[in-house]
């Protein structure tokens, strides 16, 4: 079974940056997709980035593009999510996730049976 392992939450004053990162093990398979979804209370999980792994093209929701960049280590089999010009309304849980299936919606939660533990990211204006 996939264990995925978030890294690289934390706390930062707007306008700043973090960089989070996600180790895929425990399963022989290869990720077709991994990336990185964030949830807030009373909110749906909303997607923000995730990446086609075998051909390295990347999916970006609307409020993220510009600002933040999914990028893989495959050798590691790692995808990073740096985040840049933070605002408070980054503040949120941010998950991990991947699929060694063919998907039609990268970016929908319902997609993904793989799923990280979560780390924090606090945004302070």
């Known amino acids: 079974q996939m264990q995925l392992q978030e890294s690289g939450g934390g706390s930062v004053q707007a306008g700043g940056s973090l960089r989070l990162s996600c180790a895929a093990s425990?399963?022989?398979?290869?990720?077709?997709?991994m990336g990185w979804f964030r949830e807030t209370p009373g909110k749906e999980r909303q997607g923000v980035a995730v990446?086609?792994?075998?051909?390295?093209?990347?999916f970006y929701a609307d409020p993220f593009k510009g600002r933040f960049t999914i990028s893989q280590d495959n050798g590691k089999k790692t995808v990073a999510l740096q985040m840049d010009n933070l605002k408070p309304d980054d503040t949120a849980m941010y998950y991990c996730?991947?699929?060694?299936?063919?998907?039609?919606?990268?970016?929908?939660?319902?997609?993904?049976?793989?799923w990280g533990q979560g780390t924090q990211v606090t945004v302070s204006s």
């Open positions: 996730v991947a699929t060694t299936d063919w998907i039609r919606f990268p970016l929908r939660p319902e997609e993904y049976r793989s």
């Open positions: 425990g399963s022989s398979s290869t990720n077709v997709y």
């Open positions: 990446l086609n792994i075998e051909s390295d093209y990347p």
